[in-house]
C-alpha cells in the first residue's frame, strides 16, 4: 500500500471539505496526515511518525482511518471519523429514534426523525440522541431515509 503524507495546503484542502460538507470546522495540522493510493486519509499523532522514523520499520498502516476523499468534493467519514465530528457538526447530521438504533447497527435503513442542515443523496452523520452511530446517504424514496453505510465487518449480528 502506497501512502503519502499531506502537504500544509493539503491539509488545509481536507478541512476544507469538512467544514463544506459537515459545518464544522477541526484542526489537523496537530497530525500528520496521510492518503492512501485508495484515497483513504489516515491520521496520526506526530510522536508515532517519529518513533516509526527512529525505527525505521516497515508499516503498512499507522493511525486512525478518518475516511474516504470521494470525486465529488465529498468526504465519507469512518465511524471513528464521525464520532469525531459528531459532537460539531451542524450539516449534514440525521438523528435517527432510539428504536431505529438496533436497525441501523445490524445494517439496515431507517427513516431520520430530524434532519440539521441535510442535502439530498449526500452523506449524513447518524446521529440518535447523544450517540453518533456511523454514516449513511441521505436518499428519497417515498419518504426521507438514510441508506446504511456501516461495513459489514461493524454491523451487529444479533
Not at 22 to 37: A, E, N, P
Not at 106 to 129: D, W
Request: charged fraction near 30%.
Amino acid at each position: 500500500m502506497q501512502t503519502r503524507v499531506l502537504s500544509r495546503e493539503e491539509v488545509r484542502e481536507v478541512e476544507n471539505l469538512i467544514r463544506e460538507n459537515y459545518g464544522c470546522s477541526i484542526d489537523l495540522t496537530r497530525f500528520i496526515v496521510m492518503r492512501t493510493k485508495e484515497d483513504k486519509i489516515r491520521i496520526s499523532s506526530k510522536e508515532v511518525a517519529r518513533y516509526l522514523n527512529m525505527k525505521k520499520a516497515r508499516v503498512l498502516t499507522v493511525g486512525l482511518y478518518l475516511g474516504k476523499l470521494k470525486r465529488n468534493r465529498k468526504i465519507q467519514l469512518s465511524v471513528e471519523g464521525a464520532q469525531m465530528l459528531g459532537e460539531v457538526a451542524t450539516k449534514n447530521v440525521a438523528v435517527i429514534s432510539p428504536e431505529d438504533v438496533h436497525t441501523f447497527l445490524k445494517g439496515g435503513n431507517v427513516e431520520p426523525v430530524k434532519l440539521l442542515n441535510c442535502e439530498p443523496n449526500n452523506f449524513v452523520l447518524v446521529k440518535s440522541q447523544e450517540h453518533v452511530l456511523g454514516t449513511g446517504i441521505l436518499r428519497k424514496g417515498e419518504r426521507w431515509y438514510v441508506e446504511n453505510l456501516l461495513p459489514k465487518a461493524r454491523r451487529m449480528l444479533w
